[in-house]
Each structure stands twice: as C-alpha cells, then as structure tokens.
Nanobody, 114 residues
Framework: VQLQASGGGLVQAGGSLRLSCAAS????????MGWYRQVPGKQRELVAT???????NYADSVKGRFTISRDNAKNTVFLQMNSLKPEDTAVYYC?????????WGKGTQVTVSS
C-alpha cells in the first residue's frame, strides 16, 4: 500500500486547511484510515480515524474543529481542519490499517502561526 498525502502548509491561527491522502497499490481489505501528528521530541499522536463504514474517532483536542471523511471509491481520506491553533503545528501522517498491518504516508507539515 502506498499513501500520498497533500494539503499541508502555513496558515494563521483561526484559519483552515484540508489534508488529503490517497491510497494505492494493494488496497483490498483497507478498513481504517486516519491521521496522526507528531512534533519534535514527542510521540506520534492520534488525530482522527474513520472506518470503511463511516464511524469516526477524534482526539479530544480536535473535536469540533476537525472533520475526517473518506471516499471509498477513490481510496482517499480527508481531514478538514478549521479554527486552527498554534498547538496544531506538527507533521501530519496518513495511516491505513489493512489485515492487521499499519501503513504510513511520508507526512505533511502543518504550521499555524499566532
């Protein structure tokens, strides 16, 4: 499975960004797609996940501001990020789960200026 993420960038606090991640390759059996983020010196943390049936899970820190969605036909997951805060600054990684194995994208930088 290959994951190609896009949509990161620099935005002012209060602004919005939309991340996209397209899965390709041996995609049969992908069930959960999601986003994680990491800042230097800290562990990678969950941002949001979504199952093939549409069930979602969010970190408390992003609830009400971020929305995860997916296009199963295009094997793509999205993360709409609104009301961004400086503490959202991180490298965001796309993740998919397939038959008990996790696959990771290369990460995309999101920087929120105050």
């Amino acid at each position: 499975v290959q994951l190609q993420a896009s949509g990161g960038g620099l935005v002012q606090a209060g602004g919005s960004l939309r991340l996209s991640c397209a899965a390709s390759g041996n995609i049969f059996g992908i069930r959960v797609m999601g986003w994680y983020r990491q800042v230097p010196g800290k562990q990678r943390e969950l941002v949001a996940t979504i199952t093939s049936g549409g069930s979602t899970n969010y970190a408390d820190s992003v609830k009400g501001r971020f929305t995860i969605s997916r296009d199963n036909a295009k094997n793509t997951v999205f993360l709409q990020m609104n009301s961004l805060k400086p503490e959202d600054t991180a490298v965001y990684y796309c993740n998919v789960g397939r038959w008990g194995t996790d696959y990771w994208g290369k990460g995309t930088q999101v920087t929120v200026s105050s």
